[in-house]
Nanobody, 123 residues
Framework: VQLQASGGGSVQEGDSLRLSCTIS????????MGWFRQTPGKEREFVAQ???????TNYADSVKGRFAISRDNRNTIYLQMNDLKPEDTGVYYC??????????????????WGQGTQVTVSS
């Protein structure tokens, strides 16, 4: 199973970026998918998740109202990030798992991870 993430970059505060992630080697329609981020010296933190059909989403409080996760087919998800802030800087990882609760309650249970894409927001 591979998760390929792309779309990161360096932007100014208030700008937007769109991340994408495609899963291969497994039917993505069987999986919950989502995003985490990590900065040096900190633990990986939950950002957003989306259910198998794309009808239910969940966000970290820090990104609610600014980020939107979506799913346009069984194997690809997106993270639209608007009004970016310097504190959004980090490496963003795509994740996939069979369990909804693993994303917020048991990160160690996450089944599959992408390679990460860097997002840098300057003030």
């Amino acid at each position: 199973v591979q998760l390929q993430a792309s779309g990161g970059g360096s932007v100014q505060e208030g700008d937007s970026l769109r991340l994408s992630c495609t899963i291969s080697g497994r039917d993505g329609g069987m999986l919950i998918m989502g995003w985490f981020r990590q900065t040096p010296g900190k633990e990986r933190e939950f950002v957003a998740q989306i259910n198998r059909s794309g009808t239910n989403t969940n966000y970290a409080d820090s990104v609610k109202g600014r980020f939107a996760i979506s799913r346009d087919n069984r194997n690809t998800i997106y993270l639209q990030m608007n009004d970016l802030k310097p504190e959004d800087t980090g490496v963003y990882y795509c994740a996939a798992d069979f369990s909804w609760s693993d994303f917020t309650q048991r990160i160690e249970g996450i089944t599959d991870w992408g390679q990460g894409t860097q997002v840098t927001v300057s003030s």
